[in-house]
């Protein structure tokens, strides 16, 4: 039997509107110049919207991990953890972590890094960063994973989260369910 959750992806509209509606927001920034002079008003604005953005992909992406253990309940077969599902899709299989682990730890981190301070926790979020080149000493991370994962000349262009995610889910479901 076909679960519904297989096909009806539920959380899209509203993921597509709020990261088009972000991309819109930091995309203006590079209008407003250099507001206090010292070269870095927009990276410095976009840090927010950039981090903000993640937790929203985040959001989804946690949501389809539930959906995919419902589904997998419903047909009889164990659950898996988020990170099992997170860790399965490595487009490049050279490299340590996949997209989906890289945008799940920058989330994190920018919940977390107020409370971390100058020494940042040894755990799954840091380490996964480290790996791309991300630590307590980089400037603008949530600029620099969006460099990595969108490209240096779309880094703003937080609309292409979504292929990513969206592909991700599809995989998943083919594969786990």
Not at 47 to 73: H, K, M, P, W
Not at 79 to 94: F, H, V, W
Request: aromatic share 14%; with cysteine; charged share 25%.
């Amino acid at each position: 039997m076909t679960h519904y959750k297989q096909f009806n992806d539920f959380r899209i509209q509203w993921v597509t509107t709020v990261l088009n509606s972000l991309e819109e927001t930091v995309l203006s920034f590079s209008d407003f110049g250099d507001a206090d002079g010292d070269g870095f008003f927009p990276i410095e604005q976009s840090e927010a919207i950039l981090g903000i953005s993640f937790v929203v992909a985040q959001i989804y992406i946690l949501g389809i991990t539930e959906d995919l253990n419902d589904v997998r309940i419903s047909s009889g077969k164990n659950t898996l953890s988020k990170i099992e599902y997170y860790k399965d899709y490595n487009l490049q299989r050279d490299k340590i972590v996949s997209p989906i682990e890289i945008i799940n730890s920058i989330a994190n981190y920018f919940k977390h890094h107020d409370e971390w301070g100058d020494e940042w926790p040894k755990n799954y979020t840091a380490e996964n960063l480290a790996f791309v080149g991300i630590n307590e000493k980089t400037d603008f991370p949530c600029n620099r994973i969006a460099e990595k994962l969108l490209g240096e000349s779309n880094s703003w262009n937080v609309g292409l989260l979504l292929p990513i995610i969206t592909s991700w889910r599809k995989v998943m479901f083919t594969k786990y369910c």
